[in-house]
């Protein structure tokens, strides 16, 4: 951090009375990747102050059979080749919910909560490449501390004397301001309050600010928050980059979602839907997605959520909890291929990335959370996840490996129900958070309870899990709600010695 250089009195003379046509800041700011010292502050600029409403037009999609070329209104297969038609005529930047991007500049202040002043980052470009994005580490925080941040937006530099833009627009220049609390130190026994979600699905968002999960979850006011995966669905519309990237925009620039992200860290976990299309692999060959690729899509989630080096990363949060998130994409094999011990989810690195720090750990209870099931049980038919006879191979291995340790659960997204369940076979336990509204809420028969399940309830809402302490001892709390933040059911877990 360092102070910014003054402006010039020429330099504010010839500026500060133009007027300011952006950039905004529609979409927010996320706070995400903390620990004990660092954290990630995801900015990005946009042309419009608030996002285009609810009237402007979408597109449509129409399928072409590639043998017969006959057109129909839904593609049923994935060899269906996709056609895009845009209402009269309208671009991407003109859809309802879209945010377009700017060019610019953005500056980051940032202090702790009993501190004066802010100390300041230098003004930095966003990258037109990255959807005009651009991603602030910060790095010597103190541990279990609260900082307070100020995000600045402003227009690109058109003059030669490299002149700073502190006062330029002193009235006018946008600001997204939030605050976030470090992990406490890793020999620190604190209360630790952590929320869980899935299925975030665009149309059946239930409230007309976003979701009513987001509100209700901030009155638990947790330390920080994980979406585990199909935060969007790219499968229906995004049949291009710049569709992808809309779904981005109209998903981040709801009112919930904003007032959420700008105070609580995140982390964030990609699936199928916003990776590519609905079960897929790296090797996977369809027309269904017309121009926009599997690649594209892991560049587009880089690009739109804050993050560390890897996509699979391990966080402490104090003396009582270690959380490790998987990447369940990038290095599957093919879901079609026979099932062996060489058919894998997490491939051959992750997957010894995962036991060598889930051995080295000393911390009371420790989370795998997953983009999808380890236990399930999930529907027969499906063929996707390690609770499914494709991937039983290794679904075994790593429920016998997480059984074997002491205090170990699992958290998982991806099934759009809510369960608590334990393996018969090892006795691994798992909590399925549900999706994020009461619509997209289903896929599994309400009243078939197996005996695995010790709770099932097909709903919206969200999973909070605590780490405390009962005289003296550690304890892992699990407490599934309802999308306006209703307690359904509350697991507890105590320490085994």
Known sequence: MRHLLALTLLACASLADATYSGPYMATGVKVGEVTDTT????????????????DAPIPTVKYRDPKTGAIANEGNSRDRIPIVEFPNGASVDQLEGAAPGMAGFVALDVRKDDDLEFGIFDYQPVDPDRDFTHQFSLKGLKPNTRYDFQV?????????RGARYSDVFPNTVPMAGGSFKTAP??????????????????????????????PAML??????????????????????????????????????????????????IKDDHDTWMND???SMQSPYMGDFTFAQGQAVFLEQVPMSEKTYRTFRWGKDLQIWLVEGRDFRSANDLPDGPDKTIWGKEQKEWFKRTVAESDA???????????????????????????FKTEGDELRAFMAAQKNMVVVCGDRHWQYVSVDPATGLREYSCGPASDAHAGGWPKDEKRPEHKYLNVIGGFLAITVDREND????????????????????FKLVP
């Open 152 to 160: 600045k937006a402003l227009p690109p530099r058109n003059d030669s």
């Open 185 to 214: 130190a890793i020999d620190s026994a604190e209360t630790i309050t952590f929320t869980v979600t899935t299925g975030q699905e665009y149309n059946d968002k239930d409230s007309p600010d976003g979701f009513r999960m987001y």
């Open 364 to 390: 009371s209870f420790r989370v795998l959370i997953s983009p999808t099931p380890i236990v399930g049980p999930d529907r027969s038919a499906k063929n996707d996840n390690h609770a499914n006879d494709g």
């Open 219 to 268: 009155k638990l006011s947790p330390y920080f928050f994980v979406h585990t995966g199909d935060i969007l669905y790219y499968d229906s519309l995004a049949k291009s980059l710049p569709l992808a990237r809309w779904h981005w925009q109209r998903m981040y620039s709801l009112p919930t979602n904003v007032e959420f992200h700008k105070q609580t860290p995140s982390y964030f």
């Open 280 to 282: 897929c692999w790296p």
């Open 473 to 492: 001892k550690p304890v892992l709390s699990a407490r599934h709600y309802t999308v306006d933040g209703a307690l359904l059911n509350e697991d507890k």
């Open 39 to 54: 954290a990630v502050i995801w900015t990005r600029l946009t042309k419009i102050e608030n996002r285009i409403g609810p």
